[in-house]
């Protein structure tokens, strides 16, 4: 099995900056995809930005060029880095892992952030 624990949450001005990290465990090796998702209130779980173990990333649109994600595979944590951030990226974000040969796929607890205009 693979336990997440994510950190970083908080409240945060407009326009600030916050690092989420997700920190994995357990059986590593049956994961190979590690991502943050968000679900804001009243609204659907959506991507935020996920990476590969062999490094490549996507990012939902409405992040793009304002997030950034990064892994340190010695830690076995993803890092979300949150810039400029605005009120609607108020949401709790979800540390999620997926093995695509395994079919493992596991989620944190979420973490909440909140930017406050």
């Known amino acids: 099995q693979v336990q997440l624990v994510e950190s970083g949450g908080g409240l945060v001005q407009v326009g600030g900056s916050l690092r989420l990290s997700c920190a994995a465990s357990?059986?590593?090796?049956?994961?190979?995809?590690m991502g943050w998702y968000r679900q804001a209130p009243g609204k659907q779980r959506e991507l935020v930005a996920v990476?590969?173990?062999?490094?490549?990333?996507h990012y939902g649109d409405s992040v793009k060029g304002r997030f950034s994600i990064s892994r340190d595979a010695a830690k076995n944590t993803v890092y979300l880095q949150m810039n400029s951030l605005k009120p609607e990226d108020t949401a709790v974000y979800y540390c999620n892992a997926v093995g695509s040969a395994t079919a493992v796929e596991v989620w944190g607890q979420g973490t909440l952030v909140t930017v406050s205009p």
């Open positions: 990476i590969t173990f062999g490094g490549n990333t």
């Open positions: 357990g059986s590593i090796f049956s994961i190979n995809v």
